[in-house]
């Protein structure tokens, strides 16, 4: 029986010197048929040159390199939804320019637990991280994030809050059906290239889809040096929006009430295991502690009080700006994609 095609989108901006180790690292891959999409995302390197080198030299009748050509760069999650459209396959991989495929049978293993446990996305539980392969170090293997792991794939709603503090899910790590994109909404093009991953994912346990979990390691993850303090507050400010947006609506419709127990007792563990992860997105947080306390059999309310200071303390040391945030929350809240959102949302909606 013929195998089904598996399309792999890579969406590349001024990645010359990466790309051709993605690229190659999918060549790599045990399955076949696969169809590799690069989405040049408005390059002004040399991008375009080696990716038109490596379609020259890749002799293999089971890999096809497609290269889309975008002229102005409007950011990876764009650059995303453009190559999951164009691609052919049932199947759907998304590999960053700079990560790479290291487990040569990850395409091949997904498909096969997808397919047993029927569902429609999945991700690899474990992956490397480093500036480099053999200066890299290994995630998803301490007790800590295997019960981060065990909690996500055992209930979305835990998934749901684990995304809010601690992504478990790897981007390159992800496969998807193409009927979940279709049926369920893709990535939030507004959102450019700040946490578009994490909306997703957050958007997909609210509705309730559940993943399935490879428990080895897929991908590498390249990290690049520190970056600048302007850009920390930009990936701060970035997936605090994305976060209260969702927060926002799920208090309007009524479902943060029955997420209350779950959220309170989850924050009170974010608080007791990590003193500063409740930092990590301070207006999320502020949101979640307001919305608490503000309930009335709401337990451990000193706690939280004293806490809610401390984050408000935080907001002010960042130079956020309330009022600002709030605007900005109400601007992407008109997005198409988050009024998708809101639309399945409120019909629970099922694949057929």
Not at 84 to 96: H, V
Not at 152 to 177: D, E, I, K, R, W
Not at 210 to 236: A, C, D, N, W
Not at 292 to 315: D, Q
Request: net charge positive; glycine share 4%; aromatic share 12%.
């Amino acid at each position: 029986m013929q195998k089904e095609l598996v399309s792999v989108v890579i969406p590349s901006h001024n990645a010359e010197n990466f790309i051709k180790n993605a690229i190659i690292s999918v060549y790599k891959q045990s399955y076949r048929p696969i169809e590799i999409i690069v989405v040049n995302d408005g390059s002004t390197d040399q991008t375009i040159k080696v990716v038109e080198n490596l379609k020259s030299t890749i002799l293999d009748n089971g890999v096809f390199i497609r290269l889309i050509n975008l002229v102005e760069n409007k950011g990876a999650a764009n650059a995303l939804n453009i190559g999951f459209k164009e691609a052919k396959g049932n199947y759907i991989c998304w590999l960053s320019a700079d990560d790479m495929f290291i487990n040569p049978q990850k395409i091949e293993k997904q498909i096969l637990l997808m397919r047993k446990t029927n569902t429609v996305w999945s991700y690899c539980e474990k992956y490397y991280v480093g500036e480099s392969i053999d200066k890299s170090i290994l995630m998803g293997n301490s007790l800590k994030f295997k019960i981060y792991q065990f909690l996500a794939s055992y209930n979305v709603n835990f998934l749901f809050l684990l995304l809010l503090y601690s992504n478990p899910v790897n981007g390159s790590s992800l496969m998807f059906h193409k009927n979940c994109i279709e049926y369920y909404g893709n990535f939030d093009p507004t959102l450019k290239n700040i946490d578009a991953d994490g909306d997703l994912l957050m958007r997909y346990s609210l509705l309730k889809i559940k993943p399935s979990v490879l428990k080895e390691v897929g991908v590498f993850y390249t990290q690049h040096p520190l970056q600048t303090s302007r850009k920390i507050k930009e990936m701060i400010y970035g997936c605090d929006l994305t976060r209260v947006r969702i927060l926002r609506l799920l208090e309007r419709e009524g479902i943060l009430e029955e997420l209350s127990k779950l959220i309170l007792y989850f924050f009170l563990f974010i608080i007791y295991s990590n003193k500063k992860a409740h930092l990590a997105y301070p207006f999320t947080s502020e949101f979640l502690l307001d919305y608490l306390i503000k309930r009335k059999n709401t337990p451990f309310k000193k706690l939280l009080k004293r806490t809610l200071i401390e984050v408000t303390e935080y907001i002010k040391y960042l130079g956020f700006d309330k009022e600002t945030f709030y605007k900005d929350i109400e601007e992407k809240s008109k997005s198409i994609v988050f009024e998708e959102f809101k639309r399945l949302l409120k019909e629970g909606r099922k694949i057929q």
